[in-house]
Nanobody, 119 residues
């Protein structure tokens, strides 16, 4: 069983910054990728940023130049540094970890952390 837990959400002012953390734990053999998604009320859950082994990244157009995804491989933890926040960034942010255990592959979501940006 692999658990994924997000933290670091909260309230920020427009133009401010937040740093989200995503910790994966359990009987993990390897992690192939970790990513961040977000979902606002009444909207789809959309990709924000994805980080693959080797340092390859993908970002949504709406966050390019403002958000940075990174990972501490030793801790199985991913981060999302969010700068120059906009009101439109308000959403629940979810982390997803993809990899494998000794039993097989996993593709697990965390429970989410709320980010609210005020003007």
């Amino acid at each position: 069983q692999v658990q994924v837990v997000e933290s670091g959400g909260g309230l920020a002012q427009a133009g401010g910054s937040l740093r989200l953390s995503c910790a994966a734990s359990g009987n993990i053999v390897s992690i192939n990728s970790m990513g961040w998604y977000r979902q606002a009320p009444g909207k789809q859950r959309d990709l924000v940023a994805m980080l693959y082994n080797g340092g390859i990244t993908n970002y949504a157009d709406s966050v390019k130049g403002r958000f940075t995804i990174s990972r501490d491989n030793a801790k199985n933890t991913a981060y999302l540094q969010m700068n120059s926040l906009k009101v439109e960034d308000t959403a629940v942010y979810y982390c997803k970890a993809i990899g494998r255990t000794v039993s097989g592959y996993f593709n697990n979501w965390g429970q989410g952390t709320q980010v609210t940006v005020s003007s």
